[in-house]
C-alpha cells in the first residue's frame, strides 16, 4: 500500500472556511482555492513522481494550533477541500466522491507552530 504525508506550514486560509462564504466576494475564494490547489500540488509532485492515483483512498487531517482559541474541526476539514481538489489535480487521489475517498481522523493538537498534516493512505 502507498501512503503520502503532506505537511504545510500553516492552518487552511480563513478565507476557505465555510462561515465566511456569504461575507465576502467570490473572486477572494477563488483565488485562495486556486492558489491552495496550486501549493499542494508542488508540494507533492517531488514525493509523488506521477505514479498512477489512488484508486481508495483515505485521508487524515492533523491540524497544529498555537493558541488555545476554540476551533470547530469540520469548519477546519471544510476549509480542506481545496487541498483534496489539488491531490485530484496532480495525480494523487483519481477522486473525490464515498467510492474513492475515505476521511480518517480529524484532530488538533496544541503546539509552538501551526502546521496542517494530511496523511493520505491507499485502500486496497
Not at 23 to 48: F, M, P, Y
Not at 66 to 88: E, P, T, V
Request: net charge negative; charged share 30%; with cysteine.
Amino acid at each position: 500500500m502507498r501512503s503520502l504525508e503532506v505537511v504545510l506550514e500553516h492552518l487552511p486560509p480563513p478565507e476557505l472556511n465555510p462561515n465566511r462564504l456569504r461575507s465576502q466576494h467570490w473572486s477572494i475564494r477563488h483565488r485562495v482555492t486556486n492558489e491552495a490547489q496550486a501549493e499542494i500540488g508542488w508540494l507533492v509532485k517531488s514525493q509523488w513522481h506521477d505514479d498512477k492515483p489512488m484508486m481508495k483512498a483515505r485521508i487524515s487531517y492533523e491540524f497544529h494550533l498555537k493558541d488555545h482559541r476554540k476551533r470547530d474541526l469540520d469548519n477546519l476539514l471544510s476549509s480542506c477541500k481545496a487541498y483534496q481538489d489539488g491531490l485530484i489535480e496532480v495525480g494523487v487521489l483519481f477522486y473525490d466522491d464515498s467510492q474513492h475517498l475515505e476521511i480518517g481522523s480529524v484532530r488538533a493538537i496544541q503546539s509552538d507552530t501551526e502546521k496542517t498534516i494530511l496523511r493520505i493512505e491507499e485502500i486496497i
